[in-house]
Every structure is written in C-alpha cells, then in structure tokens.
C-alpha cells in the first residue's frame, strides 16, 4: 500500500514541472506539434501501461512486479529530465543567485562548512 501512495504522489507531483518544460525550448508552431506529440505518446501510454501491468500481474500473480516497473520508468524519467542541459543551467543559475543574496553571516558559515 505504501509503495502505491509513493508512486502516486511520483506522478501526480510532476504535471506542473513537466508541462512548462516544453514552453523553455519550443515557441510557436514547435510548441503545438510538441505538446501534440507529447499528449499522442501519454495516450499510447494510457493503453500500454495498464496493459503492461496486467500481463505483469498474470504471468506472476503479483502486483508488486507491475508497481516495480512503474517505479523504475518514474525513476529513468527522472533522471533523463535532470540531464537536460536547460535543467542543469537553470539550477546553476539558481544557486549563484542564491548564494549573491545569502546575509553576510550565512556566507561564513557557508565556507566553514
């Protein structure tokens, strides 16, 4: 049971981040055939990801092996998303703003630790 909260949260929790990604680096046209794209592939996922659960769940009389696969692509997806290189300059950018508005007594603290 707390392995199906944890998987919901996973997805429920990505929507916002996941639909602004494509408005970062698609503008006009690219956008609608983008976010085309991306809503025909969740469709086909729609089909194939409860089918692949339930054959999971046949071929082992489990449920925990089709929870296993879900958790694992959340996982793989995850970690493509933060290899993008808009990411990983995002959070660059955020951190340097970050440490240019920490206090004085923070910045000491900082390089002690």
Known sequence: MILLV?????????????WALPSLFLTGPAAAVGLASINSLANLGGFVGPFGFGALETATGSIYWGLTAV?????I????????????DAEANARTLAKAELPESNKQVEEVS
């Open 6 to 18: 944890v998987i919901t949260v996973a997805v429920y929790a990505t929507y916002g981040p996941f």
């Open 71 to 75: 958790s694992i692509t959340l996982v």
């Open 77 to 88: 997806a995850a970690g493509l998303v933060t290899r993008l290189r808009f990411v990983r």
